[in-house]
């Protein structure tokens, strides 16, 4: 249902803006890319309320001067709006969150182009990658953590990662919960309050062909979401590199079961490497890497 009021923030997570083209898109996808920003601005211009981000803003922590510039002059043609983030693991140095400012989100946030939440401000916790999670009476409390569905919709098997409703309860005290981290876009409501997890803008890997990149609009009176759905084209994913690599691996996966089942490996690793390189027609260039690493890791 549309709704006639306006609503106070824009959610949404994993932007992971980035200056090089996944393996997986056919198209032009810093074009695509730049369309979706600008979209999110242009609705935050439109409603005067401000952005969340629930961390990732960036796909590195170093993003160079050509994509700071690019983006930064992205948001300079929306000086009205508003954008708080929360650092996620790609936004943070070898993933440690005292180093933040070193990174591309330090930057912009220094510049103001952007505002890191690292303490509570306004109706807003922060909880970046690794922080601890604690209660809160803030309306909203702003996650980077990997956040299920639920236990049945794990996204590989055997993954460990709290579901929607057990971080309700953890974080009983904020009435909204905005997760990022998990690219797949959901709501869970649970007595009257909300976790939304908003899911990534693009659609980065081949597993994501169905996934509608979305953001939703907060309403703070009666605590509900609307969806927006970003614009999209059709028929951009490929999925040939995916093959390949199967068949490299398959290829990998013989060669190992070879070794097994030919050469009893004893505590002599290089003894049975040896062994293994003189019976087989190994090319000679690979033999040297073989032993290059080999010598460098036994020193």
Same mark, same amino acid.
């Given at each position: 249902?549309?709704?006639?009021?306006?609503?106070?923030?824009?959610?949404?997570?994993?932007?992971?803006?980035?200056?090089?083209?996944?393996?997986?898109?056919?198209?032009?996808?810093?074009?695509?890319?730049?369309?979706?920003?600008?979209?999110?601005?242009?609705?935050?211009?439109?409603?005067?309320?401000?952005?969340?981000?629930?961390?990732?803003?960036?796909?590195?922590?170093?993003?160079? =001067? +050509?994509?700071?510039?690019?983006? !930064?002059?992205? *948001? #300079? $043609?929306?000086?009205?709006? &508003?954008?708080? @983030?929360?650092?996620?693991?790609?936004?943070?140095?070898?993933?440690?969150? =005292? +180093?933040?400012?070193?990174?591309? !989100?330090?930057? *912009? #946030? $220094?510049?103001?182009?952007? &505002?890191?939440? @690292?303490?509570?401000?306004?109706?807003?916790?922060?909880?970046?990658?690794? =922080?601890?999670?604690?209660?809160?009476?803030?309306?909203?409390?702003?996650?980077?953590?990997?956040?299920?569905?639920?236990?049945?919709?794990?996204?590989?098997?055997?993954?460990?990662?709290?579901?929607?409703?057990?971080?309700?309860?953890?974080?009983?005290?904020?009435?909204?919960?905005?997760?990022?981290?998990?690219?797949?876009?959901?709501?869970?409501?649970?007595?009257?309050?909300?976790?939304?997890?908003?899911?990534?803008?693009?659609?980065?890997?081949?597993?994501?062909?169905?996934?509608?990149?979305?953001?939703?609009?907060?309403?703070?009176?009666?605590?509900?979401?609307?969806?927006?759905?970003?614009?999209?084209?059709?028929?951009?994913?490929?999925?040939?590199?995916?093959?390949?690599?199967?068949?490299?691996?398959?290829?990998?996966?013989?060669?190992?079961?070879?070794?097994?089942?030919?050469?009893?490996?004893?505590?002599?690793?290089?003894?049975?490497?040896?062994?293994?390189?003189?019976?087989?027609?190994?090319?000679?260039?690979?033999?040297?890497?073989?032993?290059?690493?080999?010598?460098?890791?036994?020193?």
């Amino acid at each position: 249902m549309k709704k006639t009021k306006t609503p106070d923030y824009i959610l949404s997570s994993d932007w992971h803006v980035r200056g090089t083209k996944p393996i997986c898109r056919t198209d032009d996808y810093i074009e695509a890319q730049t369309k979706k920003i600008k979209f999110i601005l242009s609705l935050a211009e439109k409603y005067d309320c401000p952005i969340l981000i629930a961390g990732d803003l960036g796909h590195k922590p170093i993003w160079g =001067d +050509k994509l700071l510039n690019y983006f !930064i002059d992205i *948001l #300079n $043609r929306f000086p009205s709006v &508003k954008i708080y @983030t929360i650092c996620g693991q790609h936004d943070l140095i070898n993933h440690r969150l =005292d +180093k933040w400012e070193e990174g591309g !989100i330090g930057l *912009l #946030n $220094r510049k103001k182009c952007i &505002k890191v939440l @690292t303490k509570e401000y306004k109706d807003i916790s922060p909880f970046s990658y690794n =922080d601890a999670l604690l209660d809160s009476n803030k309306s909203i409390s702003l996650v980077h953590k990997m956040i299920i569905k639920s236990q049945e919709d794990k996204l590989w098997d055997r993954q460990e990662a709290d579901h929607a409703k057990k971080l309700l309860k953890k974080l009983s005290g904020s009435k909204l919960i905005v997760t990022g981290d998990n690219h797949q876009s959901f709501v869970i409501e649970q007595n009257n309050r909300l976790l939304v997890n908003a899911g990534s803008i693009m659609r980065m890997s081949a597993n994501q062909v169905d996934h509608k990149p979305s953001i939703y609009l907060w309403y703070a009176d009666n605590n509900s979401v609307e969806r927006v759905y970003l614009p999209i084209t059709g028929n951009v994913i490929n999925r040939d590199h995916i093959d390949v690599v199967k068949e490299r691996n398959q290829r990998i996966e013989v060669f190992v079961n070879k070794l097994q089942d030919n050469y009893e490996l004893g505590l002599n690793f290089e003894k049975n490497m040896e062994e293994f390189l003189d019976k087989n027609d190994i090319d000679e260039s690979v033999k040297e890497k073989i032993w290059e690493h080999i010598n460098d890791t036994s020193e």
